[in-house]
């Protein structure tokens, strides 16, 4: 039966109704309840969700600042590469840990400022000499390896450009890093001090490789918005937040309870 006056089936209204409350039931609760749905991996002990609680540096700091936004994080644990994907497409909310660079920077909307700042290294088997400072010239047609979805500085990226590495060996975890580095197969890999110290202590042989020091970069790392929707007030009301944080002394209370 159609509906009177209008000229649209009844039936039809009915289910675009519904589709519309459908679509609006799995959008991420930010744009319905001032809740931030936030995703990021488990893979650094300055975020973890024991017991269903978030812990750890990161955790606090978003925790903190979000609430004085005036929001609540609802996190959500991910895959890295699905983390980025989730958030271009506007599964979630957002994420965070990232590193700012060009190209994301037309993917999503970064807060300006930084969570914290991520020390890069380079590892290697244990026996192998190589100093930080020289890692071009000894990594010069040599085989290295990352984990999916990762960015390691703008000094990794330009050795990459300039074809520096016979190889850039791309894996799905840094277990398999640890692997691949203690029998051999690369030369080095490349990683933040923190995501390598966990897996190290997870690795069944992590005794086969060590650190080379110094660090090679010092790099900051970001909360990051979907662009597919309007999420300024919320960046701009969580950097607001932060800066607060850190300039009264709560911000360097955390840095002192959560040492790297």
Not at 41 to 65: C, H, M, N, P, Y
Request: glycine share 8%; with cysteine.
């Amino acid at each position: 039966m159609a509906s009177q006056g209008c000229g649209v089936p009844v039936r039809f209204m009915t289910y675009a109704v519904l589709a519309l409350w459908l679509s609006l039931a799995g959008w991420p609760a930010a744009a319905r309840q001032g809740t931030v749905v936030l995703a990021t991996d488990d893979l650094s002990s300055r975020f973890e969700i024991k017991d269903g609680v978030a812990t750890g540096f990161l955790a606090d700091v978003l925790q903190q600042a979000l609430a004085g936004a005036g929001y609540t994080a609802d996190f959500r644990i991910r895959p890295w590469v699905r983390c980025l994907e989730e958030t271009r497409s506007g599964a979630v909310d957002g994420m965070f840990g990232l590193y700012r660079n060009a190209a994301r920077e037309g993917q999503y909307l970064f807060t300006e400022v930084p969570l914290d700042i991520a020390e890069e290294y380079i590892y290697v088997r244990k026996g192998r000499v190589l100093a930080g400072a020289d890692w071009r010239d000894a990594l010069r047609g040599k085989r290295v390896g990352i984990v999916n979805g990762t960015w390691h500085g703008r000094k990794f990226a330009e050795a990459e450009s300039q074809h520096m590495f016979a190889a850039i060996i791309s894996v799905n975890s840094y277990e398999s890093l640890i692997d691949m580095v203690g029998a051999g197969r690369i030369d080095a890999a490349f990683a933040t001090v923190d995501t390598m110290r966990d897996a190290l202590a997870r690795a069944a042989n992590a005794d086969r490789i060590e650190r080379v020091e110094p660090a090679i970069d010092n790099l900051p790392v970001y909360l990051a918005f979907t662009r597919r929707r309007d999420l300024t007030a919320v960046r701009d009301g969580f950097d607001r937040e932060l800066r607060k944080m850190k300039e009264d002394g709560r911000y360097d209370a955390l840095v002192r309870r959560y040492p790297h």
